[in-house]
């Protein structure tokens, strides 16, 4: 996958203001979510991984310059002091969290009313070493639902050479 995938998995879902990457690694998906933005884009990128977020702020400082993006080591499994958000993107991301409903229920309490998650991920149940607790679409909108979701859609599916599909998914707080 390049850029170009990334931002089509996102387009659909995001919407202009503040947003959250949780779990965002080297930053792929940040870059593409800032790309989407546009100049001035305020982000907060979360991931436990403290070398993958000094790769992605050296890629920040080559492509998007004059974006805003607070760079935070931490667990977002865990509570986080984040300003209400218009938008969270997990991707790829929420298949390594094992009991996903508490983990959830955080996550919508850090969206503003009306705020958007936008998840991407495997569209398979069953998971493997390296992508333990995958969640199909299908399992994915019953979760969203009983977690306190609301218009719960698929955005996109694309091929992948794992699990045979990547998805992308809007729900709304």
Do not use: C
């Amino acid at each position: 996958m390049d850029h170009a995938d990334f931002i089509q998995l996102l387009r659909d879902g995001v919407a202009p203001g503040e947003w959250a990457d949780l779990g965002s690694g080297a930053g792929a998906f940040t870059l593409a979510l800032a790309d989407l933005l546009g100049p001035g884009a305020r982000i907060h990128s979360v991931d436990r991984d403290g070398g993958a977020l000094r790769r992605q702020r050296e890629g920040f400082e080559r492509q998007f310059p004059e974006a805003v993006v607070d760079y935070r080591q931490a667990d977002f499994t865990m509570p986080l002091n984040l300003p209400p958000l218009v938008g969270v993107v997990m991707a790829n991301s929420l298949h390594f969290v094992r009991d996903k409903p508490p983990v959830l229920v955080r996550i919508r309490e850090l969206l503003r009313p009306g705020g958007r998650l936008v998840l991407v991920e495997y569209d398979g149940d069953r998971g493997n070493p390296w992508v333990p607790h995958p969640l199909s679409y299908p399992t994915w909108e019953r979760l969203a639902a009983t977690t306190g979701f609301s218009g719960t859609r698929l955005l996109t599916r694309v091929p992948s050479r794992y699990f045979g599909a990547i998805y992308s998914a809007l729900s709304f707080r």
